[in-house]
């Protein structure tokens, strides 16, 4: 069994129109659809309601309240995402590693620090696929040892 980290640019293209209607399917099948399963930060509650308050206001959607509703029954407790809380003594200094090591940005940091940390200790010992869309943050956690998808 693969276990899945879903970074936010990922679960972003499940829900929000895009410009890659085709990724978004594939996404939607392999986070949401898919028998591995799938976990993220709890961090993604906050910048998937960010992306979705910004879609708005560019003109993308009409409004977020339907994207965040299917959003919170995606990670509701028989959901198919689990979100992992941000154990900060685990997760801060290992983040901090990380965007000394790599370029990648803060909240991209954070995530693959969850992914190496929480993920890791909920995978015992099967492999953990990262999927982002974040080009940098795919060469860090390739760096750092995970699978990328």
């Known amino acids: 069994m693969t276990v899945r980290y879903a970074d936010t640019s990922a679960l972003v293209r499940c829900w929000l129109p895009g410009e890659d ?67 900060p003594r685990v997760v801060l200094p290992l983040a901090r590693r990380i965007v000394l090591d790599h370029a990648v940005r803060t909240l991209d940091a954070l995530h693959l620090a969850v992914a190496g940390s929480t993920t890791v200790e909920l995978a015992a010992g099967d492999p953990i696929e990262f999927v982002t869309r974040d080009a940098r943050q795919a060469e860090a956690a390739s760096a750092l040892g995970m699978l990328v998808r």
Request: net charge negative; no cysteine.
């Open 21 to 87: 209607p085709e990724d978004g399917e594939q996404l939607r099948v392999l986070l949401l659809d898919g028998p591995d399963p799938v976990v993220t930060s709890e961090l993604t509650r906050v910048e998937l309601a960010s992306a979705a308050e910004a879609a708005v206001r560019a003109g993308r959607i009409r409004r977020s309240a339907g994207l965040l509703a299917r959003a919170d029954r995606a990670w509701s407790e028989d959901g198919p995402v689990a979100l992992l809380a941000l154990e």
